[in-house]
């Protein structure tokens, strides 16, 4: 009988472990994302008025100029995040492997620090930099190429972006920066020295050696900036002062949704733009990883 | 006796019940009551004015007031969200303009704040109050909010430098004389480097604020008094010719100086002699670049044809009593006590050169101070001869897209204009402002309620003339 008991209590003790975990599921991701499905096929006003619209929303949302700009913004934003930033924060990561002890725990720390503040703080500081005739970053222009004095970087279409895109490099960079270091700092030295002795060159030991070795942290690295590019809000938000920047310039993805939601108080149009995003973050975070597999598997 | 799961689990179990413990006692001795009507407010400098006046009505009503101050862009949208969550909201706002069109998207019944039409009229409000101070603040002819100000525009300007270049400014009356000026004598390279180091005018090219005041002015806006959509009206593509010549190539008269201390730099350089003030921005520009008192004077707008309006307008606040405020009347006598105390008239103008709707106040002798920033000139009576004149705008569910979309064939039209002339162009933004306006219908007509409300409406005065 007491042998009987204790099993029954030994089965039950792992759901009561998962209890907790099972139940804050339930109330914060769950119930929001079954409702979040839901909203997106509804037009609401107010607590009291929701009507059902079919795919109406998701119609709409695929249709839309605005939204299309929002797309090819935030893909815009994301190659450079990727073949720009990442390139850059690799560099960097080498440059600081090979520096010596001393000199390289006061530079990651320059270089990281971008990171420390807040988007919102960076973008108001961008926001003055940018300034004409005035910014900083217009005078910095002026005397280095003799060209940029005037420039309207947050009020020209073809330049607010570019204006994102240096903002956005300045605080990520030394960010992405220290995931590189980490996996250049475990690269086996005993390698690099054998590829050495059999006389590969310097551009050789990284393209044979470093890179695959550091393959797995470059993949993190790479799905965690597009995931954060087609993320991004704040940055921009701050930037162009909480609008988006003449002729949408600076919408992006989660702006538009923003925007939808709560600008237009269309919540159910909001919910519509999140699952788009929701799919678009997936297949394209699925692509990378399966291709960084494919190549793997190549070798 | 040991605890079943272990010591790791008992441990977080006897953390988790002493901080729910501390938690529900903490907040049983520190949540006070709700006070009998709380007042959320964005400007700073109301919160300020509110602060002294409010203990006076708490005590000869007996009540407490609780006033809160937050930032007007978060302010909208939690009360929004609070509204479409149906949580707690106060019981009373000051919303800015134009933000309020963003309650309005459905039927009147939804939309959150107490309907003051009744409360106004019985007081003669509509009348004692400049009229077309109710339209940014009504919907389908209800009013939602009561107006704190008017805020007629004019412009003010560098009067030390602008006597020196020889301007009459009393010859300013038309825009054509001012942009004809402007070229003449205002817009000038003075070191030869090529690039002008004087403008007339700060206006950026992409519109923000100054495009709207300008189109209000010349008599467009972007949507009539039935809540039509206008944006594509023939003014708004003659305002944006003349906006475009005036911010783009070698021609232009402009400057954008952008807002804060580059601006400030801007004005004390001497890099922009005009600017568009009204009311509450003459107060900012005082305390901002207090370095031009005495150097700085006001004038009306020049208008757009003999015997046009002098002036327009830019900003404005409204007070709303939101519908889940459970003691409105109480609600509305704060209103009244705020928004029509002449004491308070004379202080605000003092503290933010801000003149009030109500007519009837416009003859206290604060408005007639002379000020010295603006060179001796009575600012008050000014901006009270000028307010009369104000234009009405209509700010539905989504002027801020109108506004928005408006803005982008302006920008687009400067592009244009900066690549073919003004060849073409005329057509180029009016076929542009068409497929906008098509774009903002197709959205309008998306919105399911106000098609019901549209129904419900149509239905009722079918029913009436049978």
Redesign the interface.
Known sequence: MKNAKYKAYVKRTPYMFLAPYICLTCIFFLYPLISAVILSFQQTNGPKSRAFVGLSNYAFVLTDPDFRKAVSNTVIYAIFSIFLQLPLSLGLAMLLNTAKDKTKGFFRLIIFSPNLVGQIFVGVIFSVLFVPRYGLFNRFMQDLLRWGLENRWLGNPSLVLPAIIITALWMYVGFNMIYFLAGLQSVDKSLIEAARIDGANAWQVFWNVTLPAIKPVATFVVVMSTIGSFQLFELPFALLKGEFGPSSSGLFIVSYLYSMAFRAGDLGTGAAVGWILTLMIMAISLAQIKISGTMKEGQ | MEF??GKA?FWILVLAIITGTAMMLTRKFTSAPRPDLVFIVFAPRHYEAYQKLIPEFERTHNVKVQLQQIHQ?PLQ?RL??A????TEVPDMVEIMNPFMG??M???LK?V?FVDLTDRIKAENLDKRMVESRFSIWSSRGRIFALPHDVHPAALAYRRDIIEELGIDISKLETWDDFVKVAHEKIVKDLDGDG?PDRYALDM???G?SFFPLLLLQRGGRYFDAQGNLTMDSEVTVEMMIWYIHQTRGKDRISF?A?E???FY??LSDG?ILFNFVPDWRSKVFEQDAPNLKGKMALMPLPVWEKGGKRTSTWGGTGLAITEQCKNKELAWELAKYLYLNKQDFSDRFAMLNIIPPLKEAWNLPAFQVPNEYYSGQKVGQLYAELAPETPPDYVG??Y??VD?KT??VL??GG?YYEKYGDKGLREYVKEKLRLKAE?VRR?MN????LRQQEVEDSNITRGAVR
């Open positions: 079943p799961y689990p862009r949208t929004q969200s509204l479409l969550a149906n963003a309650f998207k459905g039927p939804d959150g690039v950026p090219i992409e923000t954008p952008g804060g201390q580059p730099k801007a890099l569910a989504y801020e897209m928005g803005r982008e920008i687009d592009i774009h959205v998306r919105n399911v309620f």
